[in-house]
Antibody
Framework: QVQLQESGPGLVKPSQTLSLTCTVS??????????CSWIRQHPGKGLEWIGY???????YYNPSLKSRVTISVDTSKNQFSLKLSSVTVADTAVYYC??????????????WGQGTVVTVSS | SYVLTQPPSVSVAPGMTARITCGGN??????VHWYQQKPGQAPVLVIY???DRPSGIPERFSGSNSGNTATLTISRVEAGDEADYYC???????????FGTGTKVTVL
């Protein structure tokens, strides 16, 4: 059974870069053709898609965050990562990694990590 | 950008039927997915491609999509169905994924 697990600092200072990693177990990012996404949820709010990466390195980002987001993949470690630069308190959220199915661009997010809380504060 | 609008809350008595709407411009032409999120937990896919149910999701959960509204229906509601529900589509025009505003289902 495929599982995703987020990891990274829970506290980031304003203006710094938020860095998170998602480790995939029970499956292969490259072998199974994963589309690995990052999604966040501000406290008490709804879900916001940040972006995704295909194992080949192709990326798509939410236009509202594109200038600050970098998503990368390390197939040798079966991990993908999120970097969000110049963070502010508005970036405080629960960050989820999720796998989008490979049946097409309109496939659902069928596997989610448990989420990791990131607080931006000095 | 594409916007999906859901009612903030729906209340339903146990055993009754809950209907959660998701409004969007010509949403009937898109594939809609629905997620259930309980407090402190990650979202779980409950309906995909408008009407399909993942394995393990009760038959009480069903979906429809037409015109400008998609609907998630929960029949014979149970206390364990109390959660937030989100619809989601892929917007081909902007090439990104959009979630609805979310609906809190309260079981009375």
């Amino acid at each position: 059974q495929v599982q995703l697990q987020e990891s990274g600092p829970g506290l980031v200072k304003p203006s710094q870069t938020l860095s998170l990693t998602c480790t995939v177990s029970g499956g292969s990012i490259a072998g199974d053709g994963y589309y690995c996404s990052w999604i966040r949820q501000h406290p008490g709010k709804g879900l916001e898609w940040i972006g995704y990466i295909y194992y080949s390195g192709t990326t798509y980002y939410n236009p509202s965050l594109k200038s600050r987001v970098t998503i990368s993949v390390d197939t040798s470690k079966n991990q993908f990562s999120l970097k969000l630069s110049s963070v502010t308190v508005a970036d405080t959220a629960v960050y989820y990694c999720a796998n989008r199915g490979n049946s097409g661009s309109d496939a659902p997010f069928d596997i989610w990590g448990q989420g990791t809380v990131v607080t931006v504060s000095s | 950008s594409y916007v999906l609008t859901q009612p903030p809350s729906v209340s339903v008595a146990p055993g009754m039927t809950a209907r959660i709407t998701c409004g969007g411009n010509s949403i009937g032409t898109k594939s809609v997915h629905w997620y259930q999120q309980k407090p402190g937990q990650a979202p779980v896919l409950v309906i995909y491609y408008d009407t399909d149910r993942p394995s393990g999701i009760p038959e009480r959960f069903s979906g429809s999509n037409s015109g400008n509204t998609a609907t998630l229906t929960i029949s014979r509601v149970e206390a364990g169905d109390e959660a937030d529900y989100y619809c989601q589509v892929w917007d081909s025009r902007s090439d990104h994924y959009v979630f609805g505003t979310g609906t809190k289902v309260t079981v009375l």
